[in-house]
């Protein structure tokens, strides 16, 4: 039975200090967590602006426009059974707005990042038939890597990763497998990456991508979960921030769980493409839709977020902050303007002791390890929120100095 593999498994982790273990806080804010009746203060969470600890469910609930909606917190169904409520539509609207989406394009709500990414590509590639292409960051989110296994072991593509944000690699890597085994060209190709990588904090050239991918007849997707919110024109993301157009980029991903303070995600395309999704996309068709409740709190805090300049500028100060006064310390930072500001340890045990060590004096910074990043890249996934003072940051740069 299951019992012997489940407790090896759980040894063996345990032994190469990797397992991992569930916590119960009482309290989370962007700066704060409460966990056993000792406040710590929070470098692990993504809530990038506070928005998420700023308008707590009292707040929105209280919001004068979503009073009387008789709003429910269940979906009560797929969308395609009951239909979808109107608050999802309005979300998806402002963010076909928010993101500079022409009238040819649409949007489609899944429950989870997770969700939109699975969603997205076991759709694309669902076709045993046809030859196809997956070529991935080979830092890409588990959610991106997980379904690109999974389509491939299902004989639906061919999945390939290229070096880290190196384009060379990918340019590279789409030259030699322009062609199936029958010397055709292969017709289906995707090129996947992230705005802002979640483990490292760095951004890809996404000109270059976008070029790259074009002359290559491939699409772009791009897993936008960490750049919307915090760059760009009023935190539209990351094509704004490199100034370029949404439709330079096939398939765009954006998440609610990081700066956004809230839950779900939103697929945006052409209505042609989101038309296939609604069919094919098993991810959106067989599961309950995203909760108009957080349908609606996504949509209070994209507007907080699109007209509150400051959170941005205060994140961003933060950020500088943090760079220029760790700068002296012994340990590497990862090459990163974003609120992700890894501190790259190496060792696994290591990390962990860091990380202990810093609970031990009131300040909360994970200990990211394999398999969620690679063997020995070990770090603390320090995260910088606007919501943090000044004299926070220098807890924690005095206690990583220590
Ligand atoms: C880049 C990226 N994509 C997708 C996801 C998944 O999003 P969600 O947490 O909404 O499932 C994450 C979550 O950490 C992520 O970092």
Redesign the pocket.
């Known amino acids: 039975m299951f019992d012997s593999i489940i407790k090896d498994k759980l040894a063996q982790r345990d032994n190469l200090g990797l397992l991992r273990r569930r916590i119960v806080a009482d309290e989370i804010s962007a700066a704060y967590l409460t966990v056993d009746n000792k406040q710590y203060i929070n470098f692990a969470s ?1 809530d990038y602006l506070g928005i998420a600890s700023d308008n707590t469910a009292e707040t929105l609930l209280a919001t004068e426009k979503y009073k009387d909606k008789h709003l429910t917190a269940g979906a009560m169904a797929s969308p395609l059974v009951v239909g979808r409520h109107k608050i999802h539509q309005e979300l998806e609207q402002l963010l076909l707005d928010w993101v500079g989406a022409p009238q040819t394009y649409d949007c489609l709500l899944f429950g ?6 699975t969603g997205v590509i076991s759709a694309l590639f669902n076709d045993k038939n046809k030859d196809a292409l997956l070529v991935q960051d080979k830092f ?5 890597m997980d379904v690109g296994r999974n389509s491939q072991a299902l004989g639906h593509c061919r999945q390939l990763r290229f070096m880290h944000n190196d384009l060379t690699s990918l340019a590279s890597i789409l030259a030699k497998s322009a062609h199936d085994k029958s010397a055709r060209d292969i017709q289906n190709k995707l090129v996947v990456t ?1 705005g ?3 483990m490292d904090g760095d951004q890809p050239d996404l000109l270059q991508l976008t070029q790259i991918s074009k002359a290559n007849n491939a699409w772009l997707m791009l ?1 936008d ?2 750049g919307i919110g915090i760059h760009g024109q009023n935190g539209a993301g990351s094509l704004s921030a490199q100034k370029m157009a949404l439709t330079d980029c096939d398939i765009l ?1 954006i ?4 700066a956004i303070g809230a ?3 939103a697929v945006i395309a052409t209505k042609q493409t989101i038309e296939y999704l609604t069919n094919f996309s098993r991810d959106y068709i067989y599961s309950t839709h995203l909760s108009p409740l957080q349908s609606a709190a996504a949509i209070v805090n994209i507007k907080n977020i699109q007209a509150d300049d400051w959170r941005r500028e205060k994140l961003a100060e933060n950020i500088e902050y943090f760079k220029t006064h760790m700068s002296q310390c012994k340990f590497t930072l990862a090459n990163s303007n974003s609120p992700i500001q890894p501190i790259i340890i190496g060792d696994e045990t290591k990390a962990v002791q860091l990380s202990e060590q810093l609970k031990a004096n009131g300040v909360w910074a994970s200990a990211m390890r394999y398999p969620t990043v690679a063997k020995q890249q070990a770090r603390l996934r320090i995260t910088i929120s606007a919501a943090h003072s000044k004299q926070q940051l220098d807890q924690l740069i005095q206690q990583v100095s220590a």
Do not use: R
């Open positions: 993504n989870s990042g997770y969700s939109a990414n890409n989110h588990a959610s991106l992230e802002v990588f979640s897993d979960a960490h991903v998440t609610f769980g990081k839950q779900g995600a």
